[in-house]
Structure formats: structure tokens, C-alpha cells
């Protein structure tokens, strides 16, 4: 026996070891992997914004004027030349004519030969730039005063092409950006159809290489030419405009399974030790932060006219001061202007970098706001990543335009957090009153449907609001009328799926699904018409039909329980725990019976409210399950804090248990967690055997998929539990 056991002890050690070296191998590929994709977004990023640093000398009127109507080489020196190699470091800054030669050129701030061009650029430069000009060209009509207009813009104003990329300059990489000169108003005559254009280089030297280095972590970081070799095993191939390779960065890369190896393999069992401490720690620092995550949550919703984490007002107090600022609008005549900005991408930053950074970002960008408009301008702050500015003066669109530009424009730098440089962007909706409205609610309603815009059009921009945009708007109310009417005409239809026993054989619980059967369009999926529900409070009406006709089809089925799913909009009406009190007690259905199924959308924002109502429900008997766990922020802390007799693993762990081994550790785990915490587990999705197979061996209390039974009708029901009593033992088939 002792024999078996140390082998036994043996097998699993050489086991162990086995799969420290299969990790370790991976860890490395992954890290490799992992510095190769941050470096390719760090080039994207510093040809973005040396694409808009060229951008930002080349478009204006006085450079079309000065470069190109009546060249000054002095002021081309002075705004162009000087400022890109001081401000932004350029090495290289060229001026071409029309013709593409060369007006002016400066090496680091000082006027060089023009031969410098002749001889190490025009070659590389010179398809690209003719590309330029034949797009301006094509791009532009000549109106009938003699001025040439845009063809790719609604209001006709010109805008500058631009391209930006990698290419060989004096046997080191190099950003190029070429930008063809262009006015910003209809004040400065065109004089030809093919414009001037602006280059600027700067070369990715050895220092520059040395900041990337640093700032990425990257050990060692050089440039290689076409031929060298070096003993890095990690390159990333750098390209030209025309897709050549020319070198390519090469690196040393970072090693952390054979540092980790080298420490733990001497004592493995005192490593196993170290993670498993390391991770309990872990899980109750994470524990904590969810807390103090949750706190500062609640004492931003208890502020009353400003919001704690920005500092600026609120929705509540910026309301009030517009509703103050259009009074005396109306009195003298003036115009204001309403503008709602969102930034792009902020959901990336919390789901990447984590909410502490987002919260720092938040901050940061309130701080920028601030600096960026008048002392008399309001800023304010209306939820998440949404914020509005109150413009007390504005004279005109292009007025406004310009004002919204020179905000675009301080996003341009990037945000220092600390250990974090971010850089973010913002798309904006504007409203001009009393033109576009004089009630505060239909300007910042306005506002935000030139934000949507705005970001449809491709973001980092603002859009002023013009009435055609409101056409969506007016289909959205066609459809929250023929909901409506669908629920006075009994439209609406509920199926049911079955939550079977681990074996398959037993209905455990049947989900209620809600359909919608149009005369005209056919079956409407509930993705498509419940947020506009929800948007317009019909969802309040709907959801008690659904409960109703839930509890009405239930009682014919008294050995199972019912699952309804519940929308955050019902579960923080106020009155949701006793619209649920009642229909029970008036469609005499038993509340152990019934099992509401939330998701966090439903905690996250009003998770007091929230609590409460749980808590309620709770009291009365009725079951509750979080809805596709796994896939949110703090699944764990909801599970802690909330009273759920149940969660259900969402379907895209289940979908790849079969060939991933992280989904499978996924499931595992979250069975695990489910029967530590004394709760029911149901895995959605399931549509195999073999999913069927690993999920009854996973202990999951119910599973539901189509590979059990697809969503039927209520007599389906009936019919199916009235054959499981006949035949206790009978087989589910797909």
C-alpha cells in the first residue's frame, strides 16, 4: 500500500513538473506574443499622432496662404519648421509646391538644401504623394464663384488628405507624414486643384527606440536592416507605404516561465504553497476593492448637484443652470449652444486597464474640460463617460464648430495617469438655442442624437444637430405605438425551455421567453423591441403580462418551477416587489415557484435600490438567479453580497468546453464557487453530447440548450412532462 502511494506521489510530481514545463513554454510564447501586439499599437499610435501633428501645421488659412497662395518662406520657417522640430521633435519638415518641389525644407529646426529631398525622398515619396493630389483633385468641384468645394463633406468644406507611414530614411526607421495644405474657411481663394503638401519625418533613433524600450518593457530594442542579423529571437518587420519591407525592431524577449522555473523547480511543493497563499490574498484584495469599489459608488449617487468622482455638476444642477441661461436667452436674444460628449472607446480602458484607471481617466478629462472652455462656459458630468458644455455665447455654426474643434483638439496630448499614457478621443453632438430648441431636456435629448451621429460618422469629431436627424427617432416611437397596441391586440406570445436534470431525463424548470407575432413583420425577436420598452416604460406593462401568463401556464404544471427573466428597468421600479405580491396572490401561483432571473446590468448602477427590492422579493418566497454569469465586472461581489439561490454560467464558456481547456477551467471553477456557496448552477447553451458529457461529470445542478429542447409553446410543455411521467427512464435526443 505504501508502494502504491508513493508511486502514486511520484506520478503525480512528474505530473506536476510536466505541466510547469508545458506552462512555462506557454507563458513564453504568450509574453512574446504579448510585447509584439504592444508594440505594433504603440507604431500605430505614434503614426496617429504624428499624422495629426503634420495635420495640425498644414490645415488652416493662413498656411494655405502663406504656402501656398503667396509662399513666405520666412513665416513657413517660423510656423512650420520651427514648430514641428520644437514642439513635437520632427527631424524633418518639407514644404513641396504644386508640382511637387521643393519650397522648403529644415533638418531640426534650421533651413537645409533642398538636394536633401532630391536625393533621399523624392524616389520613396513620390507615388504616394501624386496619390495626394489626384485624391484632392477628384474630391473637389469649382463653384460658380470661382471657388473650389468638397465633394466628400455635406457642407462642402474642403479637408486636407493625409497619409502616414514607416519608410528607410538614412538607415533607420522613420515616421513620414504627408499632408496636403488646406484652408478651413471659404475666406481664402483656391488657386489650384492640386495643393501644396507638407512632410514631416521624424526618425525612430536610438533614444526614441530607447523611450519605446522603456515604456513597453522591452529589453534591448534596436533597429535591424534588410540582411543584418542579431542574436533577438523576437522581430517585429517594419514596412514601407507600399507594403516593402525594409528591417525590421528586434528585441530580447521577456522570459517569465523560465525565471519562474528556474526559482520553484529546487522546492516545488513550497511553490504550490507560495500560489496558493498568493492566491487567497489575492481573492481577498479583490474582495476589498469590490468594496471600496461599491462605496464610491454610493457616495457618488448620494451627491446632489455635483459628481463626486469629477468634481464637476451634475445632471441635475446643469439642467438648472440651462433652464436659468435660456430664460435670459429669450430675454436679450442671444444664442447658446448645448454640446454632449462621450469618449471613444472608454469601455476598452475599464475592461483592459481596470476601473481604478478609468476612474483616474475620468478625472483627467474633467480636469482638461475645465481648461478648455471660457470661465463662463459650464461643464458638467452626466454619467460614465458622458459629459456636456454649456457655450453661453455662440454667434453661429461655424462659431460653434470652431469652439468644438479647439476641445477635439486638447485631446490630442495624450493623459498621464501615473503608470498609464492614454490616448483617448471624444465624439460630440451639438445643439444650438433657442434655433434647436428651448426646453433643456429636448436640447441635451438633441444633442445626444447628434453625438450618435458623430459616433456612426466615425468618431473623434462633433456633429451639429440638424432636424433630419431625428427620422430614427420618429421610428422609434412607431414602435414603442405598436407596442403598445401589441399588448391591447395580445400580440405577444410566451415559449418555454426546458432546464433539465444533469442526466437529461427530468424537467427541473421551464424558462419563460417572450415573443412578439406582428401582422406585418413576423416574429420580432425581444432584442430588438425590449430596450425600446424599456427606453419608453412600456417594458413595466409588458413584463406584468409576462408574469401573469407565466403564472397562468405554470399552475398547470405543479411540479416544476417557472423562470422569468426581469429587466433592470422593472427591478428598479420602486414598485416592482409588489406588483410581483400581487400577481401571485391574484393568480394564486406559490412564490417557491417562481424564479426571477436578473442580470448585473441590474446592480451595477443602482445596486441600493437594487438590494432592497432582492431582499423584498426574498421575503415574499420567490427564487433568484443572476443570469449569465462570468461575462460582467463583479460577478463575485454580487454573488456575496446579493441573496441568489442560483446563477447560470453564460453560454459562451459552454460553447467551447469541448476543445478549449481554459472554458473548460472556467466551468470547473464556477461549479466550484456555485457549491461553496451553497448555490444552484445552470450551464445555458448546451447543444452536443459531448458538452452534455462534461457538464453531468461537472456536477451542474440543471443544464439547458437545444441539444435538450428547443423553446415550445405551452400545450408542448404539457405534453412533454406528461410523457416523463410515463416513461421516468426515456432518452433526450438532440
Known amino acids: 500500500m505504501a508502494q502504491f502511494i508513493a508511486l502514486l506521489v511520484v506520478l503525480a510530481v512528474i505530473l506536476a513538473i510536466v505541466a510547469i514545463q508545458w506552462g512555462v513554454i506557454n507563458a513564453d510564447e504568450s509574453a512574446a506574443q504579448r510585447e509584439k501586439q504592444l508594440l505594433d499599437q504603440e507604431l500605430v499610435a505614434l503614426l496617429g499622432a504624428h499624422k495629426r501633428e503634420n495635420e495640425r501645421f498644414a490645415v488652416g488659412d493662413e498656411a494655405y496662404q502663406n504656402a501656398h497662395v503667396q509662399y513666405s518662406s520666412e513665416w513657413v520657417h517660423r510656423n512650420m519648421g520651427q514648430k514641428l522640430a520644437q514642439s513635437f521633435e520632427h527631424d524633418l519638415t518639407i514644404l513641396l509646391n504644386a508640382s511637387l518641389d521643393p519650397l522648403y525644407t529644415a533638418n531640426e529646426g534650421f533651413v537645409w538644401l533642398p538636394e536633401i529631398y532630391e536625393q533621399k525622398l523624392k524616389s520613396i515619396l513620390s507615388p504616394t504623394l501624386r496619390e495626394l493630389q489626384q485624391e484632392f483633385q477628384f474630391s473637389t468641384i469649382k463653384r460658380n464663384d470661382g471657388f473650389l468645394a468638397s465633394t466628400d463633406t455635406s457642407d462642402g468644406m474642403l479637408k486636407p488628405h493625409t497619409r502616414s507611414f514607416l519608410i528607410e530614411f538614412d538607415g533607420r526607421p522613420a515616421l513620414t507624414a504627408l499632408t496636403t495644405v488646406t484652408p478651413e474657411s471659404y475666406t481664402i481663394p483656391i488657386l489650384d486643384r492640386r495643393p501644396c503638401t507638407l512632410i514631416s519625418i521624424r526618425v525612430l533613433n536610438a533614444d526614441f527606440l530607447a523611450k519605446i524600450s522603456r515604456k513597453l518593457g522591452l529589453h534591448n530594442l534596436t533597429f535591424v536592416p534588410n540582411g543584418s542579423t542579431v542574436p533577438f529571437s523576437a522581430q517585429k518587420q517594419l514596412v514601407d507605404q507600399s507594403g516593402n519591407p525594409f528591417g525590421s525592431l528586434s528585441w530580447s524577449p521577456n522570459t517569465p516561465g523560465q525565471d519562474l522555473w528556474q526559482q520553484a523547480a529546487p522546492i516545488v511543493y513550497l511553490a504550490f504553497s507560495i500560489i496558493l497563499a498568493v492566491l487567497i490574498l489575492a481573492l481577498r484584495r479583490m474582495s476589498a476593492a469590490s468594496r471600496k469599489l461599491f462605496e464610491s459608488e454610493a457616495q457618488a449617487r448620494h451627491s446632489s448637484l455635483h459628481d463626486s468622482l469629477s468634481g464637476l455638476p451634475n445632471r441635475d444642477l446643469f439642467e438648472r443652470d440651462l433652464k436659468s441661461v435660456l430664460t435670459q436667452c429669450q430675454q436679450t436674444g442671444e444664442h447658446i449652444a448645448v454640446v454632449y460628449l462621450d469618449l471613444d472607446y472608454f469601455k476598452e480602458v475599464n475592461d483592459t486597464l481596470g476601473h481604478q484607471v478609468g476612474d483616474e481617466l475620468i478625472r483627467a478629462v474633467a480636469d482638461r474640460l475645465r481648461r478648455a472652455v471660457n470661465d463662463e ?71 445626444d442624437v447628434a453625438l450618435y451621429k458623430a459616433k456612426e460618422a466615425g468618431r473623434e469629431r462633433c456633429i451639429v444637430f440638424e432636424p433630419s436627424m431625428e427620422d430614427k427617432l420618429r421610428q422609434r416611437r412607431q414602435i414603442e405605438a405598436e407596442l403598445r397596441e401589441a399588448l391591447e391586440r395580445n400580440q405577444f406570445r410566451l415559449c418555454y425551455q426546458p432546464q433539465v436534470s444533469p442526466d437529461g431525463r427530468h424537467t427541473i424548470t421551464v424558462e419563460a421567453l417572450l415573443r412578439w407575432h406582428h401582422p406585418l413583420k413576423g416574429t420580432i425577436p425581444p432584442s430588438f423591441f425590449v430596450p425600446i420598452a424599456e427606453g419608453c416604460e412600456m417594458i413595466w406593462k409588458i413584463g406584468e403580462w409576462v408574469l401573469r401568463q407565466a403564472c ?42 417562481l424564479e426571477l432571473e436578473v442580470t448585473e446590468a441590474v446592480l451595477m448602477d443602482q445596486s441600493d435600490a437594487a438590494l432592497n427590492t432582492i431582499e423584498e422579493l426574498r421575503l415574499i418566497g420567490v427564487k433568484l438567479a443572476l443570469d449569465d454569469f462570468g461575462t460582467g465586472f463583479s460577478s463575485l461581489s454580487y454573488l456575496r453580497k446579493f441573496p441568489f439561490g442560483k446563477f447560470k454560467i453564460d453560454r459562451s464558456f459552454i460553447t467551447s468546453v469541448e476543445h478549449e481547456v481554459e472554458a473548460a477551467a472556467v466551468v470547473h471553477t464556477l461549479v466550484g464557487l456555485g457549491e461553496a456557496l451553497g448555490m444552484e448552477v445552470t450551464a445555458e447553451g448546451v447543444e452536443t453530447p459531448g458538452q452534455h458529457r462534461f457538464l453531468q461529470a461537472s456536477r451542474c445542478t440543471s443544464l439547458q440548450g437545444f441539444y435538450f429542447a428547443r423553446p415550445m409553446l405551452a400545450r408542448d410543455i404539457t405534453r412533454r412532462l406528461q410523457n416523463e411521467q410515463k416513461r421516468p427512464d426515456n432518452r433526450v435526443s438532440a
Request: aromatic share 8%; proline share 7%; with cysteine.
Open 377 to 447: 462656459d459650464t461643464v458638467a458630468r452626466i454619467s460614465g463617460d458622458e459629459f456636456v458644455i454649456l457655450f453661453r455665447t455662440c454667434r453661429d455654426k461655424i462659431d460653434l464648430r470652431e469652439r468644438c474643434q479647439s476641445v477635439v483638439e486638447t485631446f490630442k496630448e495624450p493623459f498621464d495617469l501615473g503608470s498609464h499614457r492614454l490616448f483617448v478621443t471624444c465624439s460630440m453632438g451639438a445643439v444650438r438655442a433657442p434655433i434647436d430648441g428651448v426646453e433643456p431636456g429636448e436640447l441635451i435629448r438633441r444633442a
Open 552 to 593: 397562468r401556464d405554470g399552475l398547470n404544471w405543479p411540479d416544476i418551477s417557472i423562470a422569468v427573466n426581469v429587466s433592470p428597468a422593472q427591478v428598479r421600479h420602486p414598485e416592482f416587489a409588489s406588483q410581483i405580491k400581487r400577481i401571485l396572490r391574484e393568480e394564486n401561483f406559490p412564490p417557491h415557484k
